[in-house]
């Protein structure tokens, strides 16, 4: 048997796979899914049996979520990271890792193919089969989906054919959920002017009495929420569990794909979306302005780079460190206001606030100058401009 570690979510194209390369192809196809935050224990069960009944050798399942957080989300979060100034990158950070984990696992296994849905049309094909190819160019890609073009019913009509008989007809929406945010898809999406109907986002409208919340950084990590002391990926499940009552987070993404063309998508994150802008007016009051201004096009290229699936680029290490070296001083306490459908970033509270008064106070009385000071200061400064203006007034004339 030739063996090929899968790329499995439990979904029709991977159960396709699953089935189409262990009966026509004779693969022995050991099936193997990532959870980056998006499956329940229950969950993981259900795709287990399903893969079982496809008839793949093996299931086995991999908890990244704590990988993802250290790998990944630290640095978006330490960077800033909105694509487009809109989407955390919720889906495409989670593919970078799971092509991680599941290319470890085939080496690991002494595969010698692996293989994984992705349409022809998408970002993730770019993602997976470059990571595979980097680390594993010795191991055979297979992408039945891609390669046969297949169409959704086509896929159906197979497995039916082979007596798999589950339920796939699609839903109205398509859902993936993980740490770092969900994404929402629909007929809506694939328009320019359409927006998501209310029950099309998984988190509906629970709460609507506003509430203030406290959370808490150390060196640019959420490490508490309203005092509670946690690690980082339970503080950002724990704001999650109570912003997404508020239906906070939500939006469309427009953006260019890898395969340039372009698409669209909802997507909810409520505790990436508050995490971020929390972490960012804590950075404006605790770094220099020279900090701020470098960070905003690192973080900016971060995010580029690691959407294009470049992940393992050594310039993505390069930023790493700046990045991780930018916290040192990021650390102290963000309020927040929660409302319905929208937050408020209410102030901050930090042994490095460099807001401090014993040197003025913006627009009110200097304190650390004198008058004479300050119009010396002015004179200097607008020197270059002046100069310009001289010579080609001139010019001019």
Same mark, same amino acid.
């Given at each position: ?98 092509? +991680? ?20 049309? *998408? ?26 073009? %297949? ?16 339920? #796939? ?8 959920? *993980?740490? #770092? ?33 406290? +959370? ?5 990590? %959420? ?25 906070? *987070? ?15 998508? *909802? ?14 007016? +804590? ?6 302005? #020279? ?9 900016? #290229? ?9 992940? %393992? ?85």
């Amino acid at each position: 048997m030739k063996k090929l570690v899968l790329a499995y979510s439990g979904g029709l194209d991977t159960s396709y796979c699953a089935k189409y390369l262990s009966a026509e192809e004779g693969y022995e196809v050991h099936a193997v899914s990532v959870n980056t935050g998006g499956f329940s224990a229950e969950e993981i069960k259900q795709i287990e049996s399903k893969a079982l009944q496809l008839g793949v050798t093996s299931y086995t399942s991999i908890d990244a979520v704590d990988i993802f957080y250290q790998t990944v989300v630290k640095y978006l979060i330490y960077g800033n990271v909105l694509k487009n100034n809109t989407y955390p990158l919720s889906v495409s950070a989670e593919r970078i890792v799971q092509a +991680l984990e599941i290319i470890a696992y085939a080496k690991k296994m002494g595969a010698s193919y692996i293989a994984h849905g992705s349409t022809g049309a *998408g970002n993730d094909q770019v993602r997976f089969d470059m990571i595979f190819q980097v680390l594993a160019p010795e191991i055979e890609i297979i992408t039945p989906i891609r390669d046969k073009k %297949l169409a959704r019913q086509e896929e159906i009509d197979y497995l039916q054919a082979q007596g798999i008989h589950l339920e #796939w007809a699609k839903a109205k929406y398509s859902i993936n959920k *993980g740490l #770092w945010g969900t994404s929402v898809g629909g007929e809506e999406t694939l328009t320019s002017h359409l927006t998501l109907p209310e029950e099309a986002w998984p988190s509906q409208l629970e709460e609507t009495t506003p509430q203030q919340v406290k +959370l808490s950084f150390h060196k640019g990590e %959420l490490i508490a929420v309203n005092d509670e002391e946690l690690t980082s990926v339970a503080a950002i499940e724990k704001l999650q569990s109570i912003a997404s009552k508020y239906a906070i *987070g939500r939006d469309i993404h427009i953006g260019d794909t890898i395969i340039g063309i372009k698409g669209r998508v *909802g997507f909810e994150a409520a505790a990436p979306i508050i995490t971020i802008k929390a972490h960012h007016a +804590l950075e404006k009051h605790v770094l220099t302005k #020279w900090q701020q201004q470098h960070k905003d096009y690192l973080g900016n #290229w971060y995010g580029m780079l690691l959407h294009e699936g470049q992940y %393992l680029d050594e310039v993505m290490r390069n930023i790493e460190a700046f990045l991780t070296d930018s916290q040192k001083n990021v650390t102290g306490d963000v309020w927040v206001s929660l409302h319905p459908y929208r937050f408020a970033i209410d102030g901050i509270s930090s042994p490095h606030d460099l807001m401090n008064a014993h040197f003025g106070s913006y627009g009110e009385m200097n304190k650390g100058w004198t008058a004479d000071d300050a119009k010396g200061f002015i004179k200097i400064v607008s020197n270059s401009t002046k100069i310009h203006q001289a010579v080609n007034t001139k010019d001019h004339d």
